[in-house]
């Protein structure tokens, strides 16, 4: 069998269907790039307006807190007052007055209502909505140093904001606990419980009790000593001394 000789122009056909196959991949390769330059111009597009989004709701978050300090700014809340006039306001006006602070008609409580469900045998909070920034100073301060109401269970706070309310109610309880084991302690004006003279925010307490939740539960499991715990072993006395305690040292439970 004698083979066929392939001309030039046998070549020259088949260089030209190869040029033509390249061609036709390469156009397609440039559609494929165009389409995914459009998702990504799309996906930029949808992450630029997912981070407004995040960006305004930010805003709006902080400017509901804003609104909320605002709208409380001249609000007490009272605890543990039990009812004993014909609605809440006379109430609130008859503590007010043990106080030593008779309402004028320039400065008056403006509203007050109780808040929380109702539940047998138990004193809602009071919420009062003073006239004056400076009435609200006034009785939060004179409460803290009325002896009568401390023996009555009557207590007096500023109307916080949710969050700040329950942070408040974090540090109220390590406060009850530090107390009722003799600690001097008391809470600061910026949010932090200060026993004896050491000052623990309240972030510093959420995460102490969180490391203290991973060792009960990892407890069964290993006896190895934290990494914080084998950290503080190995510090100079010197070192030990200047470190300041966690509050479970101080408060023991």
Do not use: W
């Amino acid at each position: 069998m004698v083979d066929k000789e392939i001309s030039n122009e046998d070549i020259y056909a088949l260089l030209q269907s190869l040029v033509s196959q390249n061609n036709e991949i390469k156009q397609k390769m440039r559609n494929i790039n165009s389409r995914i330059d459009v998702i990504t111009v799309r996906v930029n597009g949808t992450n630029e307006q997912v981070e407004k989004l995040e960006e305004g709701n930010r805003e709006l978050k902080s400017l509901n807190e804003g609104l909320g300090r605002q709208a409380k700014k001249y609000n007490i809340v009272v605890y543990g007052l039990p009812k004993t006039k014909k609605d809440t306001l006379e109430d609130v006006e008859y503590l007010i007055e043990t106080l030593d602070m008779l309402v004028s008609s320039d400065i008056e409580v403006r509203d007050a209502f109780r808040i929380g469900k109702k539940v047998e045998g138990k004193i809602r909070p009071i919420v009062a909505q003073l006239t004056t920034y400076r009435m609200k100073a006034d009785i939060l301060i004179k409460s803290k140093r009325n002896d009568i109401l401390q023996k009555k269970g009557v207590f007096i706070s500023n109307d916080y904001p949710k969050k700040i309310y329950q942070q408040r109610k974090c540090l109220h309880s390590k406060l009850k606990a530090a107390k009722s084991q003799g600690h001097t302690a008391q809470i600061t004006k910026h949010n932090s419980l200060q026993i004896n003279r050491n000052i623990f925010s309240y972030q510093e307490l959420v995460d102490e009790e969180e490391e203290n939740q991973r060792e009960i539960s990892s407890a069964p499991e290993t006896h190895k000593p934290s990494e914080a715990k084998r950290k503080d072993r190995e510090k100079t006395p010197e070192e030990a001394r200047k470190l300041k305690p966690k509050i479970s040292a101080e408060i023991r439970s």
